[in-house]
């Protein structure tokens, strides 16, 4: 298991005492591959897009197993488009007018909730898988 050093400069420690080091902003690392494991490189499989349309109350998103999702506000909406958890409303959500876009790292679709402030809005959708 990797160790963080201490001290005022922190560097990750190897099993064998290793150092990593960054070079051009990548890390490197020496890694010993224990006999009968496996080495998977984790990253954005699939992109699956799409639109919602909101009412004007809080609506989960549909449940899908993610990494990562943008969300767009669709530019033909007339009111605002609130993202958040459980219960988000205009005072507790991240407020997305028309064209704007949030970002986020989640492991499920359905742990996030949008509403708008004009029934019939919709949202943009690119999920990450």
């Given at each position: ?26 890390l ?18 699939v ?27 669709n ?12 219960g ?42």
């Open positions: 298991m990797a160790n963080i050093g201490s001290g005022t400069s922190r560097v990750i420690i190897d099993p064998d005492g290793e150092a990593a080091t960054v070079t051009s902003n990548r490197d690392v020496n890694a010993t591959l224990v006999a009968g494991a496996t080495i998977e490189i984790v990253g954005h499989g992109i699956v897009s799409g639109a919602i349309n909101l009412s004007d109350s809080a609506g989960v998103l549909s449940t899908v197993l993610c990494k990562h999702v943008d969300i767009m506000a530019l033909s909406n007339t009111g605002i488009v609130y993202i958040g958890a459980s988000v409303d205009a005072t507790t959500g991240i407020a997305l007018y028309p064209g704007d876009v949030y970002s986020v790292d989640i492991s499920n679709l359905g742990l996030l909730y949008a509403m708008s402030t004009v029934s019939g809005d919709d949202i943009n959708v690119a999920i990450f898988t």
